[in-house]
């Protein structure tokens, strides 16, 4: 049978009618539970429908990949903003009587967009924790409780109020959400040092599946394990965090050397790979690989950039390079003592002389459409082999490579202190992203075979039994689950995120929600008795 165009439209409209009127009942029905389930008054406008004109502007507002705000990706029914932790506990209590699917999130950073988006489940809503981002620093007892809504800039921030001595070693990028962030394992430019973020977590507040307010004693060791490391929303929603605070010095240094083809760079890149993660556990360098323009018209290269940290004044830092990697040519001019807050801004890519108060507006410096991968490398890469590598990346448009030192303390602590897993034996990380502006389905295809075509290149020269990849780089490449999680089916992205700590996840995820009410593509798996 045949639609005609007039048959057509009115269809459309019944339709229509009928998702509004689902999508309001929906709403309507949560509304009326979390008012007969809550401790404190829930706002009106705490609620933002589809139909709201502010929808997309708040849907939009942290998302970070346009990938996935585009017109076919499913949306939330609605989305809610507690205002209070009971709001959240309330959220998930009603959420599970309604069997609505719930998704949460903090900072809106997850690479592929799980925290706001469903590809395997519809209809759901979204927890926005935005609104739960207060920060409480005690520098008596070294801590600070910090909310889920609150961004790792915020927090930085809040410690160098209290003092110039006093850091946490987390995130470089200062718009992240801390709530997800540490979930992951949270790295950063005092990694080195110190390990993750989630290595120096004392304390947490999560609501569980049953819609309890549970901190460390309650939840009991096993969880508490699981929830620093184990990937985000697998176990329940966090509110919040008790970090230790690290010491750090009135005084640092940083600098950002680039070296261009031409200048080299594929030898000091070896050279580099060699010594990253033996160097004083005080220094940090990361490389940011991109490529560039040159000063001849049309012709690109491939420029990489040292950018580092290193916790004492200029003058040791050149002993220390002199020492350890006088190839890349470190000069005092290219050094610049400062603070550590202001060296986290000089890090996150903020221009000079921008004031730290910047941090507390928690804006990312970046939205664009992108797709990344990772791994972790445990032999230096052939000179010939990186050369093969730039001959790559010249033929895409906008690619970018961060390549992150190990060594130091996160090669003296377990691969089983907390679920993630990379330390000893590890060079460095790499993390692969290219990005583009233009959301067609032949720009995304052909950025996306790109990269896929990189990190099959890259195999060659990174352990593969299994292959590694980390969890705050979230690929859906690797695997993904359907609307039954299969253990055998998760396995093999969960073997690369989490290794052997993958089982002891499962184990713990069947027993504290064996009903598998925080799910999504990458959710921990249940394992049925």
Not at 370 to 377: E, G, M, R
Not at 442 to 447: N, S, V, Y
Not at 459 to 469: E, L
């Given at each position: ?12 409209l ?6 509004w ?32 004109s ?5 849907l939009?507002s ?34 599970k ?13 997850d ?54 001595t ?10 992240l ?22 290595d ?12 309890e ?17 184990g ?23 940083v ?32 490389v940011?690989?991109?490529?560039t ?9 491939v ?20 020492q ?72 895409e ?82 695997g ?50």
């Amino acid at each position: 049978m045949a639609f005609s165009s007039t048959m057509i439209l009115p269809l459309l409209l019944v339709l229509l009618s009928a998702f509004w009127a689902t999508s309001e009942s929906v709403q309507e029905n949560f509304m009326q539970c979390l008012d007969a389930n809550s401790e404190h008054p829930i706002p009106i406008s705490a609620f933002c429908s589809q139909t709201n004109s502010s929808f997309t502007s708040v849907l939009n507002s942290t998302a970070q990949n346009l990938r996935y705000l585009m017109p076919l990706v499913p949306k939330p029914e609605f989305i809610f903003i507690p205002v209070y932790e009971s709001h959240a506990k309330s959220a998930v209590i009603c959420a599970k009587r309604l069997a609505i699917h719930l998704r949460f999130r903090s900072g809106g950073h997850d690479y592929e967009g799980l925290s706001y988006a469903s590809e395997i489940e519809t209809p759901f809503i979204l927890i926005d924790l935005i609104q739960l981002r207060s920060i409480n620093v005690d520098i008596d007892d070294n801590s600070a409780w910090v909310q889920a809504g609150a961004t790792v800039g915020e927090v930085y921030y809040r410690i160098s109020e209290k003092s110039k001595t006093h850091g946490f070693p987390a995130g470089l990028c200062s718009s992240l959400g801390i709530g997800g962030h540490i979930t992951g394992g949270a790295y950063g430019s005092m990694m080195r040092k110190y390990g993750l973020g989630a290595d120096n977590v004392l304390d947490a507040r999560i609501v569980d599946v049953n819609g309890e307010i549970l901190d460390r004693a309650a939840m009991g060791e096993d969880l508490f394990w699981a929830i620093r490391g184990g990937g985000g929303a697998s176990f329940g929603v966090i509110l919040a965090w008790k970090i230790k605070l690290v010491a750090v010095p009135e005084t640092v240094t940083v600098f950002t050397v680039p070296k261009t083809l031409e200048q080299g760079a594929t030898k000091i890149l070896y050279r580099w790979q060699q010594v990253a993660d033996k160097l004083d556990d005080d220094l940090f360098i990361r490389v940011v690989i991109q490529v560039t323009k040159t000063s001849q018209k049309g012709k690109r290269t491939v420029t990489t950039a040292y950018n580092a940290l290193y916790l004492g004044d200029a003058e040791r830092l050149l002993q220390v390079m002199d020492q350890s990697f006088p190839e890349l040519g470190l000069a005092r001019k290219d050094c610049i003592e400062t603070s550590w807050i202001k060296s986290v801004l000089y890090i996150a890519g903020f221009p000079s002389e921008t004031p730290p108060e910047v941090l507390l507006e928690g804006k990312s410096l970046f939205k664009n459409y992108f797709k990344a991968k990772s791994d972790f490398v445990q032999q230096p890469i052939p000179e010939t082999a990186l050369e093969r590598l730039w001959e790559m990346l010249l033929e895409e448009e906008s690619p970018l490579m961060i390549w992150n030192p190990y060594g130091g303390m996160m090669a003296n602590i377990s691969d089983s202190a907390i679920p993630f897993p990379h330390r000893k034996g590890n060079l460095f990380k790499i993390q692969y992203v290219t990005s583009w502006y233009e959301g067609s389905k032949d720009a995304t295809r052909k950025h996306m075979d790109w990269i896929k075509g990189l990190y099959d290149y890259m195999s060659a020269y990174v352990p593969t039994s299994p292959r590694g990849a980390y969890v705050n780089y979230r690929d859906l490449d690797l695997g993904m689950n359907h609307n039954n999680a299969s253990y055998t089916e998760a396995s093999v992205w969960g073997a690369m995120y989490f290794k052997g700590n993958f089982r002891r996840l499962v184990k713990i995820k069947s027993k504290v929600d064996p009903g598998n009410f925080f799910r999504h593509e990458q959710s921990i798996p249940v394992v049925l008795e």
